[in-house]
């Protein structure tokens, strides 16, 4: 199973800052690569797939980026609704696999 | 619009089973991949179960042979039997469908979740 690792844990941006967050695959995923966020209480959402294909209704300050193994969501412009845990998930092999998630907070 | 709402969800003891169910509207769970995703205390996400539109079901390792995933397209709701349960299991359980793109890994919408705690 492929494991994925994000960084940081934690990242506390200000609002309107730019926010950058990292996702490694243990082995090559290609540009199988995902993203979703997870406000409180809430169900998580599709943000990016394709490692930079937004996903329906995403707003353009989501953008992704990089191949193989490791790969980058930023966020520029920060609002408050993006304050979320953010999940990468690869997509190449079977079982789809998910990272342990980062937490942006409010700085 | 779409939705899905879960319920189910509660305090049970080790060893013990529970059935989560996923009310869907909006759209036919007969005719996605539908899935179970769940969340441990602290841990990220965790795939659990797949069922496609031809019936055909799939289960990470860790609940295979314990639980079951099922559907009643007459209700359009979606089920996850889990027996055996264990203190490892407890989590959020969100149903998913997938499918964006044409990929049962890509889920598109998810339920609020059902919280399942396993004690002993």
């Known amino acids: 199973e492929i494991v994925m690792t994000q960084s940081p844990a934690t990242l506390s941006v200000s609002p309107g800052e730019r926010a950058t967050l990292s996702c490694r695959a243990s082995?090559?995923?290609?540009?199988?690569l995902a993203w979703y966020h997870q406000r409180p209480g809430q169900a998580p959402r599709l943000l990016i797939y394709?490692?930079?294909i937004r996903a329906t209704g995403i707003p353009a300050r989501f953008s992704g980026a990089g191949s193989g193994t490791e790969f980058t969501l930023t966020i520029s412009n920060l609002q408050s609704e993006d304050f979320a845990v953010y999940y990468c998930?690869?997509?190449?092999?079977?079982?789809?696999?998910f990272g342990q998630g980062t937490k942006v907070e409010i700085k | 619009e779409v939705q899905l709402v879960e319920t189910g969800g509660g305090w049970i003891q080790v060893g013990g089973s529970l059935r989560l169910s996923c009310a869907a509207s909006?759209?036919?769970?007969?005719?996605?991949?539908m899935h179970w995703v769940r969340r441990a205390p602290g841990k990220g996400l965790e795939w659990v179960s797949v069922?496609?539109?031809?019936?055909?079901?799939y289960y990470a390792d860790s609940v295979k042979g314990r639980f079951t995933i099922s559907r009643d397209s007459s209700k359009n709701t979606l089920y996850l039997q889990m027996n055996t349960l264990r203190a490892v299991d407890t989590a959020a359980y969100y149903c998913?469908?997938?499918?964006?793109?044409?990929?049962?890994?890509?889920?598109?919408?998810w339920g609020q979740g059902a919280l399942v705690t396993v004690s002993s």
């Open positions: 069922i496609y539109s031809d019936g055909t079901t």
């Open positions: 998930q690869q997509y190449n092999k079977w079982p789809g696999t």
């Open positions: 909006g759209f036919s769970v007969s005719n996605n991949y």
């Open positions: 394709g490692t930079s």
């Open positions: 082995q090559s995923i290609s540009t199988t």
């Open positions: 998913a469908r997938g499918g964006v793109n044409g990929n049962m890994w890509l889920f598109d919408y």
